[in-house]
């Protein structure tokens, strides 16, 4: 282990960061000032490893941020960003097009399970989420059943920071400021249950009767007034909750009964990790709508979008017509939609994924990880470890009237005394390395993680 700087006045005389440079920065989802006290400042990256400021080497055992798949500095996708930067750096999307953005929407489309074959380009997972819920309402509208405008979404679920994003979210930290942002909005039940799932390896046995409360909100709300229930087949950022077996299943059973569109937020478990390009896959369900980010470009450029069915784009299609071949058959976008570069990255990594058969690598190597992850059972403070696909999350229980300490002295340990990217989320250390972790990196990582959590009291 390497020597660290320990505060903010190591780093700046080091050179990596000139005086001041931390103020201005108002960071997003960070505890600022215990940051700026303590900064954990990364210069580089390549493989499946950081550089930090003071020159260590650091595993990333978070992909970045459940982003880079392919793993950091892929020579490929660097690249073909570069020629594509000299060559068409920018087009407006609307009205306008490049071959690179028909090309990358034609392969993600044949990735993706049944008829899920049409592709809008986004640039976040968050705008993405938001771009799928306005075209369920919209679809419904066209239809002829303008009354279904009710969103339902689950307890404990994550889709991005948007409006809409948020009001079908079901963390109250990400919206308690904000009010409900969108009016006619439901919950699922989470189906995490400690109870009967604790220490689980892959999709656990209780729970796929928690899609049944489905049918409660059809009774409560008449199922003419639902227009889409969204849902993540694997809870990400509430820190790892697999699906329970025959769940989704179950989901989609109910939405075709009563009329509803089915969602599959997959920005987090879409290429590649749980094993599939995407989860819908993994599990033989085919949803109405897929959203995607992160790993479409392995985190070098911002990108996520929307898979849709193609009888939804045809209705778009068809109701089009009606006003004549010119008519936008659709008032939404973006102006980074289908953004040259990021097209260009989507691409090379999707030749990555391909070529290096990193989508078959992580389903190979799941059983390794999940039993490196489950050997940290019985050490202080764990309460419960969850694992599925590339995905772990080891959960503490709470210190008495400071939630979330434990979790977040873990990162930090890790970060500076075990050099070693983890992630929390509350009092849950999450695991998350790219598609390339090796055998050898898997058990380095567990041995960080136990190191980091046996320090912490």
């Known amino acids: 282990m390497g020597a660290h700087?320990?505060?903010?006045?190591?780093?700046?005389?080091?050179?990596?960061?000139?005086?001041?440079?931390?103020?201005?920065?108002?960071?997003?989802?960070?505890?600022?000032?215990?940051?700026?006290?303590?900064?954990?400042?990364?210069?580089?990256?390549?493989?499946?490893?950081?550089?930090?400021?003071?020159?260590?080497?650091?595993?990333?055992?978070?992909?970045?941020?459940?982003?880079?798949?392919?793993?950091?500095?892929r020579a490929p996708i660097v690249a073909a960003i570069q020629r594509q930067a000299a060559t068409l750096d920018f087009t407006a999307p609307f009205q306008f097009g490049h071959p690179k953005a028909f090309q990358l929407a034609s392969r993600i489309a044949a990735l993706a399970p049944g008829d899920l074959d049409r592709v809008f380009f986004v640039n976040s997972g968050s705008e993405a989420v938001d771009t799928a819920l306005k075209i369920a309402l919209a679809f419904h509208a066209i239809e002829g059943r303008g009354t279904r405008q009710r969103l339902v979404g689950r307890e404990r679920g994550y889709h991005g920071v948007g409006f809409g994003g948020m009001a079908v979210g079901g963390i109250g930290a990400n919206r308690k400021l904000f009010g409900p942002g969108l009016a006619g909005v439901d919950h699922l039940p989470t189906t995490y249950s400690r109870e009967h799932q604790a220490f689980t390896r892959g999709e656990p046995a209780w729970g796929a009767h928690l899609a049944d409360d489905l049918e409660r909100l059809v009774l409560l709300h008449d199922a003419s007034t639902i227009a889409a229930v969204i849902v993540e087949p694997m809870g990400g950022s509430t820190g790892v909750l697999p699906p329970p077996k025959g769940y989704l299943e179950r989901l989609r059973l109910i939405c075709d009964r009563h009329g509803i569109l089915l969602i599959f937020d997959e920005v987090i478990s879409g290429f590649g990790r749980l094993g599939y390009a995407f989860a819908a896959e993994r599990y033989g369900v085919v949803p109405d709508m897929i959203t995607f980010a992160k790993g479409v470009t392995s985190g070098?450029?911002?990108?996520?979008?929307?898979?849709?069915?193609?009888?939804?784009?045809?209705?778009?299609?068809?109701?089009?017509?009606?006003?004549?071949?010119?008519?936008?058959?659709?008032f939404h976008?973006?102006?980074?939609?289908?953004?040259?570069?990021?097209?260009?990255?989507?691409?090379?990594?999707?030749?990555?994924?391909?070529?290096?058969?990193?989508?078959?690598?992580?389903?190979?190597?799941?059983?390794?990880?999940?039993?490196?992850?489950?050997?940290?059972?019985?050490?202080?403070?764990?309460?419960?470890?969850?694992?599925?696909?590339?995905?772990?999350?080891?959960?503490?229980?709470?210190?008495?009237?400071?939630?979330?300490?434990?979790?977040?002295?873990?990162?930090?340990?890790?970060?500076?005394?075990?050099?070693?990217?983890?992630?929390?989320?509350?009092?849950?250390?999450?695991?998350?390395?790219?598609?390339?972790?090796?055998?050898?990196?898997?058990?380095?990582?567990?041995?960080?993680?136990?190191?980091?959590?046996?320090?912490?009291?």
């Open 333 to 457: 976008g973006h102006t980074y939609s289908g953004h040259p570069l990021a097209c260009a990255a989507g691409l090379a990594t999707l030749d990555l994924y391909r070529d290096e058969g990193l989508f078959e690598r992580a389903r190979a190597l799941e059983p390794t990880f999940a039993e490196a992850m489950h050997m940290l059972r019985g050490l202080p403070h764990v309460v419960d470890i969850r694992t599925l696909g590339l995905t772990a999350a080891v959960e503490l229980a709470p210190r008495p009237g400071a939630p979330g300490g434990r979790g977040y002295e873990a990162v930090e340990a890790a970060f500076f005394e075990h050099d070693a990217v983890l992630r929390q989320a509350g009092d849950t250390v999450v695991l998350t390395p790219a598609l390339i972790v090796s055998e050898d990196e898997i058990a380095m990582l567990a041995t960080s993680v136990r190191a980091s959590l046996s320090a912490v009291p």
């Open 5 to 73: 700087p320990n505060d903010l006045h190591a780093l700046q005389t080091s050179g990596a960061l000139p005086p001041d440079e931390l103020d201005a920065y108002w960071m997003p989802y960070t505890a600022n000032r215990a940051f700026k006290r303590r900064p954990r400042l990364l210069v580089g990256a390549e493989g499946m490893h950081y550089t930090a400021a003071d020159g260590r080497r650091i595993l990333d055992g978070t992909a970045g941020l459940w982003c880079c798949n392919a793993g950091h500095g």
């Open 300 to 330: 070098t450029v911002p990108m996520g979008g929307v898979l849709v069915r193609g009888p939804i784009h045809d209705a778009f299609m068809a109701a089009g017509e009606k006003a004549g071949e010119r008519a936008v058959e659709l």
